[in-house]
């Protein structure tokens, strides 16, 4: 870690790599305003260099299509939806060294690509995760120092897959994100977390740089919330079970590590109505996650998809849609 740490320098900063080095990815589906909002901030703030790949996850009309198209954006869709399939789909359509992933409901705040990118002036850095911000929080306190982890189970609390990015190469020579886990399949959560393991179980180093920022921009209903923690919890249940039968007590240490993490969180929010039903919520679908994970065939570290989501064909509502526009 030693040359990570000098890289970086005192502060915890280093000069970023060019922009022309650098693709940031956005997936969406059936969000063209969300959409619309997130490239306009992207514009705002990113290098002119940075390559801007918009993937549509089998959205059913071509709004997706026409909102990239507006701003000159490179469109790739899949009709397969999920959000890991269509991450997968971006870092297959770039050539560039590293890969950033942020999310059509967040506003990326200025100089967050050049601090995000920095560490990787690190040959050991393999991923390296932002700071994500509510709306709400109007705090101007300053950002911690960047961490540099090491140990797998530290990707459980890595970061959010709302900012987050990775060497292009070693990505792919993982598996990309787990297809089978991740918004839009039945084990809906714990992709990003995942990923951070993977790269921190293949040796190479995680850093969490929280002064690169990205605002999440609305807060969801209670009903919403409740569904969205059931759904992570089936997704690292499913992970951790996935783990479990690839590398035994590895596997077995990250799951106790990921339950007392869920159960610290629930003793902390037993006060606050929503949080403590939101917890149960996470704590059920993590045991329904482990326990219907127990059929699934692992290819290495990665879930094979036996079962992928039906395709969704704009043939008929939208003719002139194509599978790829723009170029590299």
């Not at 990239?68 to 997968?88: F, K, Q």
């Not at 994970?293 to 064909?313: E, M, Y």
């Amino acid at each position: 870690m030693s040359d990570v740490r000098t890289s970086l320098g005192e502060d915890g900063r280093s000069a970023a790599p060019a922009g022309d080095r650098v693709a940031l990815v956005l997936c969406t589906r059936d969000r063209p305003e969300f959409l619309a909002g997130a490239l306009d901030a992207l514009q705002r703030v990113l290098p002119e260099t940075v390559e801007v790949i918009v993937v549509d996850s089998g959205s059913v009309t071509d709004a997706t299509r026409r909102v990239a198209d507006r701003d000159g954006i490179r469109y790739v869709r899949s009709d397969i939806p999920g959000l890991s399939i269509a991450r997968n789909a971006g870092v297959a359509a770039t050539t560039r060294e590293i890969v950033v992933f942020t999310d059509d409901d967040c506003e990326l705040q200025p100089d967050a690509i050049e601090r995000l990118t920095a560490p990787f002036a690190a040959s050991t850095v393999g991923a390296v995760t932002g700071r994500l911000r509510d709306h709400s929080d109007t705090s101007d306190a300053e950002p911690p120092p960047a961490r540099v982890l090491s140990d797998t189970r530290d990707g459980l609390a890595a970061g959010h897959g709302a900012l987050m990015a990775f060497r292009t190469a070693l990505l792919r020579q993982l598996g990309g994100f787990d297809p089978v886990l991740g918004a839009g399949r039945d084990f809906g959560g714990a992709e990003d977390l995942d990923a951070f393991c993977r790269v921190l179980h293949s040796g190479s180093t995680v850093v969490q740089a929280p002064d690169a920022v990205v605002r999440h921009l609305f807060t969801r209903s209670d009903d919403d919330y409740i569904r969205l923690n059931s759904a992570y919890g089936r997704g690292i249940g499913a992970m951790a079970r996935k783990w479990v039968a690839a590398t035994g007590g590895e596997g077995r240490a990250l799951t106790r590590l990921a339950l007392r993490r869920a159960a610290v969180r629930l003793a902390r929010r037993l006060g606050d109505s929503r949080a403590r039903h939101g917890q149960w919520a996470y704590l059920r679908g993590f045991q329904d996650g482990y326990r219907r994970a127990g059929h699934l065939s692992v290819d290495g570290l990665v879930f094979r998809d036996q079962n992928p989501p039906a395709a969704v064909d704009l043939a008929s509502s939208a003719p002139d849609t194509v599978t790829e526009r723009g170029t590299a």
